[in-house]
């Protein structure tokens, strides 16, 4: 899939909350990386998505402000808003009928904390809603039997602050073979090596770099380690809209969890803005 039209000003409106969120404050620089957006999007109008131009748009703020600072910065205040509901949901998790699906829909509910497609993200109305009918789980009955069949799991992680509900999917999962997969790039507010270390995701699992450097995941740019486990893993999950976007053309069944943040996603999965779910992709004609 090519760039879509309603990406467009998608991307505008994150360049300019991004200039802002790093510092830039100066209205001329502010329009100057705008406009560069603009230009930037002109010259790569066959660019396969917005994930793909995510790389982009932080080289042109980067041009003006120290934008890694600007991200580590942000990550930072992110996770002070997570990180306390974190007993809450491991109560809920343990207390639950089904831990499983409990701690599948806390981890579905993480995905609200997104720096470029949903910056006014609550998550504290996610987490109020986490047991609500308003997280489609249809897919979840399909999901648990695999999961009682499979040997080895692979969850391609998204951002760095929803890792936390992640790690409460990790434990439920246990003890099958989990990898975790990274970014291998700083890119937005995504997951590095460097994050699951600080939060000690490797304790729980093994967790490998993916190769892809875009705020999703670009099989051609994911390294031999990745693809191996990514073609062999007996269930495969996705953090993320920015995954879904590229990777819902995968030949290999998915089991995505986001929330559906924009329009153009919206018209691709089916379900209307502000749905979040777990969403099988069956790998057989994009479907």
Known sequence: MNLQPGCIPCILGQAFR??????????????????????SLLTHNNIKSAPHFSVILQSIVGKYTDVHKALRRTKEYNLSKVIIFVNYLTHMIDAATDPLEMAVRAAIAGNTVDLGANPDYDIEKEINCITSESIDMAAFDR??????????????????????????????????????AVRSNEILNDITMEDAHFLEIDNLCRVIESGSTISGTDLEECHDTFLEIYHNADIVIAKGQGNYETLFHAE???????????????????HPIGTSMLYYHSGMDGQ
């Open 18 to 39: 991004f200039s802002g969120m790093s510092g830039i404050t100066d209205t001329e620089i502010q329009k100057q990386v705008l406009f560069d957006t603009m230009s």
């Open 143 to 180: 999901f648990r039997s695999e999961y009682e069949q499979a040997k080895s799991i692979l969850i391609i992680a998204d951002n760095y602050e929803e890792a936390l509900f992640d790690k409460l999917l990790i434990r439920q999962l246990l003890p099958k073979d989990v990898v975790y």
């Open 252 to 270: 290999r069944p998915i089991y995505f969890m986001f929330k559906v943040k924009c329009t153009v996603i919206a018209n691709i999965c089916g």
